[in-house]
T-cell receptor, first 116, second 113 residues
Framework: GNSVTQMEGPVTLSEEAFLTINCTYT??????LFWYVQYPGEGLQLLLK?????DKGSNKGFEATYRKETTSFHLEKGSVQVSDSAVYFC???????????????FGKGTHLIIQP | GAVVSQHPSWVICKSGTSVKIECRSL??????MFWYRQFPKQSLMLMAT?????????EQGVEKDKFLINHASLTLSTLTVTSAHPEDSSFYIC?????????FGPGTRLTVL
């Protein structure tokens, strides 16, 4: 079956530090890959996605590249801000439809804490 | 962006009672809604896919008679936990499909005493 593994948290960084949150996956076929972010008291929001190998998703300074050879989709940001503090979830949709019509398989989430 | 609400945001009930959780898409129509369950420090687990006007499709291991799902309109899906027990205590999250994306509700915390 499908699975997503992401690094355990919490991850605590200082403002302006470089961020990497690792994510690897197991899936059949050609999945679409996602990063969702959850701010306190709010629902999950799509941060970025990639639908095929070597695609790079990017949004709000965050980036992730779909690496089929290493089955990874690591999230990176060059300079984090306090406002980036949230829980980040890596996820996949195994039919590669872009995530609209299919249920998602999620990782456990990584709590990111940015200190001023 | 599109907004999905859930009601209630938290509920405490006695063992053996039933609890209904509502999921609404506030500004768009969703032919498909999803229900997830999240245990502490665990990932969201897909429970079922709910399509408007038809029976829900349940994931393996999810009891359809215990977790009743109704999707009677394009903006509302409900999850009823029947004869709830303490092991059903969890965080239940819905999402609604629209514009080739999924939009998530804020979740409902269920505690069964």
């Amino acid at each position: 079956g499908n699975s997503v593994t992401q690094m355990e948290g919490p991850v605590t960084l200082s403002e302006e530090a470089f961020l990497t949150i690792n994510c690897t996956y197991t899936a059949t076929g050609y999945p679409s890959l996602f990063w969702y972010v959850q701010y306190p008291g709010e629902g999950l929001q799509l941060l970025l996605k990639a639908t095929k190998a070597d695609d790079k998703g990017s949004n709000k300074g965050f980036e992730a590249t779909y690496r089929k050879e290493t089955t990874s989709f690591h999230l990176e940001k060059g300079s984090v801000q306090v406002s980036d503090s949230a829980v980040y979830f890596c996820a996949l949709s195994d039919r590669g439809s872009g995530g609209g019509a299919d249920g998602l398989t999620f990782g456990k989430g990584t709590h990111l804490i940015i200190q001023p | 962006g599109a907004v999905v609400s859930q009601h209630p945001s938290w509920v405490i009930c006695k063992s053996g009672t039933s609890v209904k959780i509502e999921c609404r898409s506030l500004d768009f129509q969703a032919t498909t809604m999803f229900w997830y369950r999240q245990f502490p420090k665990q990932s969201l687990m897909l429970m079922a896919t709910s399509n408007e006007g038809s029976k829900a499709t349940y994931e393996q291991g999810v009891e359809k008679d215990k977790f009743l799902i109704n999707h009677a309109s394009l903006t509302l899906s409900t999850l009823t936990v029947t004869s709830a027990h303490p092991e059903d205590s969890s965080f239940y999250i819905c999402s609604a499909s629209g514009l080739a994306k999924q939009f998530f509700g804020p979740g409902t915390r269920l505690t069964v005493l």
